[in-house]
């Protein structure tokens, strides 16, 4: 079992008294979700040549994954997995917070916490 991908969510109280601080330092807003169409941002996903870097709001989160969001966390980790099955085993020790869901952008999920209290979400897209 391998990660395609390992990206880190920061979970924030507002998205955009974040932005400016990434922007600096070279990242750029390639998807955004807001609350409305004009409404403030519930996720962003920014990019720069380092990487990816994620940031959800807490009330989007506890909304969202609310097994997840009761442990207060500051960040998560994401990972692409070529299969959640394979990933799960090989993380068989791992407490599960999320068996498995789809959502809504097509990718079947499982969120876990690891040893030192790190939660992971596993993604298998396609």
Known sequence: MKLDKLVTLLVVDQIEECLPAWEAVGY???VRVPDADTGP???VILTAPSGELMLQTRKSLAEDLPDVAAR????LLYADVPSLTDAKEALRGAEVLV????????ATEA??????KVILGLA???
């Open 111 to 116: 969120w876990l916490e690891l040893a030192g």
């Open 41 to 43: 941002l519930r996720f």
């Open 28 to 30: 750029k807003m390639s």
């Open 124 to 126: 298998e897209r396609g």
């Open 72 to 75: 207060r966390p500051a960040y």
């Open 99 to 106: 068996p498995r869901r789809k959502t809504f952008y097509g």
